[in-house]
């Protein structure tokens, strides 16, 4: 409307014909300046109209040089020597998490990123600033912040990398070490996130039958277990479904925090099967989202809870405001089965334009990963190392009643410390001779874990 007004105005003082004007409002501004325009360029309105025209495109872009009719920014020397188009990706990637100290990238510890990050680099994919800051430099986002030794067989990046690249997915594995594959990888929105756009999360949990061996029975590596004590698992297990505050099952997570709670879909046990002369037993939970440490604390309090040292009433406690203690199972076990991309699929999967973030082509290939790296390491190291076996000999130091707040502001107290800590204290004012506080407490301790056992 403005420049409309100031076309009829040059036009109503009667020095400037229609087309003249017309003319002139097609060329540049800079062709405006030099054009042999004098009538024009004496009307004061006209001044306005050029005026009009330069804050215009002043807004659009920088000029340079008024004589430059093609002012370009010129790139920067670094950027010539990487002249290929840089897009975001979704990236599929399998691995054994043995001997890493998670995914996450940490200084100074061998994770999965690191090693991801360095083979990215050297396959000429991303360039090596950009590692240093992959978040702000290269959109990268990990959907799933695996823990130290945990496996995953579908976890799934998203990042920018250059595209133009000859046989990329082929250089990428070849600078990983044989425990991390790329899989492959496919072309997404810009402001695709594969943390964000996760619908939901599939995890596998693998363990030994004799985790679940009752109280009375002496854990041994030949145990089988009964379709009574499956049965017992199920109930347990099902209890976990639906949204709770999972504030007892990670860490930093106070029990007001919004982010505590948690939807789980589904939670299923599968039928035993033996290997080398252990039986083993799948579990499998689906949620939207998980915590660090939750799933682990999840098998953990279920394997308590069905050999005896818990009870129900100790699951439905954790989900309130006190603190419970609740034991951590082994990550071995744990892995990473698949994330699933619903909403995302069902928006831009079928626009003509996108993928959608669907591996099912990789099945074979995912299938074989697990065959040759994960189950192998998972067998190996329980029949070797014995960490389920030995993980099972700390439940009994777990006390599995809530702490109360001990007013001091440092936290909350264990009531069994306390208890430990009064009777030292009572003891040493009688007698000159003092033992320690174990040696004084061992009695009251064993009085009340035989007080507070489940019947």
């Known amino acids: 409307m403005l420049r409309q007004s100031i076309i009829y105005r040059i036009c109503s003082v009667g020095k400037v014909s229609l087309s003249t004007l017309l003319r002139f409002r097609t060329m540049s501004v800079d062709e405006r300046i030099v054009a042999d325009l004098p009538v024009a360029l004496e009307s004061g309105a006209f001044k306005n109209e050029v005026e009009c025209s330069k804050l215009e495109l002043s807004q659009k872009r920088p000029i340079e040089d008024v004589g430059d009719f093609e002012a370009k920014k010129l790139k920067p020397e670094e950027d010539k020597l990487w002249p290929f188009r840089k897009k975001k990706l979704a990236m599929l990637l399998v691995y054994s998490g043995k001997g890493y100290l998670g995914m996450q990238k940490n200084t100074g510890f061998k994770t999965i990123e690191s090693d991801l990050f360095d083979a990215l680099v050297k396959a000429g994919v991303v360039r090596p600033d950009h590692i240093e800051q992959p978040g702000a430099k290269m959109g990268f986002q990990r959907a799933a912040r695996t823990d130290k030794g945990v496996s995953a067989a579908g976890q799934v990046v998203s990042l920018k990398m ?14 990983l070490p044989a425990q991390i594959r790329v899989l492959g ?30 109280l009375e029975e002496l854990v041994k590596e030949d145990y089988r277990i009964t379709e009574d004590v499956c049965e017992n698992v199920r109930g347990i297990i099902k209890m976990y479904t639906g949204t709770h505050n999972f504030h007892n099952f990670t860490s930093g997570k106070k029990p007001n925090d919004p982010s505590a709670k948690r939807y789980i879909m589904e939670f299923a046990v599968g039928q035993p099967f033996v290997h080398d002369g252990l039986e083993y037993v799948v579990l499998t939970v689906r949620g939207q989202s998980f915590m660090m ?31 419970v203690d609740v034991p951590k199972a082994p990550g071995l076990g744990l892995v990473l089965d698949k994330l699933h991309y619903d909403a995302y699929n069902k928006r831009f999967g079928n626009d ?19 065959d040759e790296f994960i189950y192998p390491t998972i067998f190996a190291t329980e029949k070797n190392e014995k960490s389920m076996l030995k993980w099972l000999a700390t439940l009994p130091l777990h006390d599995y009643e809530y702490k109360i707040y001990d007013g001091s502001g440092q936290g909350y107290a264990n009531k069994l410390q ?24 061992k009695p009251l301790v064993d009085r009340v874990i035989e007080e507070t056992a489940p019947t």
């Not at 939750?294 to 100790?314: C, E, P, S, W």
């Not at 993928?355 to 697990?370: L, T």
């Open 293 to 323: 440490h939750q799933i682990r604390k999840m098998v953990g309090l279920t394997m308590a809870i069905v050999r005896g040292f818990a009870n129900m009433d100790t699951l439905k406690r954790s989900w309130e405001v006190e603190k």
């Open 185 to 214: 990888l496919k072309r997404t929105t810009k402001g695709f996130d594969a943390k964000n756009g996760c619908s939901y999360r599939t995890y596998i949990y693998i363990t030994p039958t004799f985790a679940f061996a009752p």
């Open 162 to 175: 250059f595209v133009d690249v000859d046989q990329a997915l082929k250089k990428i594995n070849d600078n």
């Open 352 to 370: 003509g334009m996108h993928e959608a973030i669907d591996w099912s082509q990789y099945k074979d290939e995912i299938e074989r990963f697990k």
């Open 418 to 441: 306390e208890a430990k800590l009064l009777l030292v204290s009572e003891k040493s004012s009688e007698t000159s001779e003092v033992k320690s506080p174990d040696q004084e407490a």
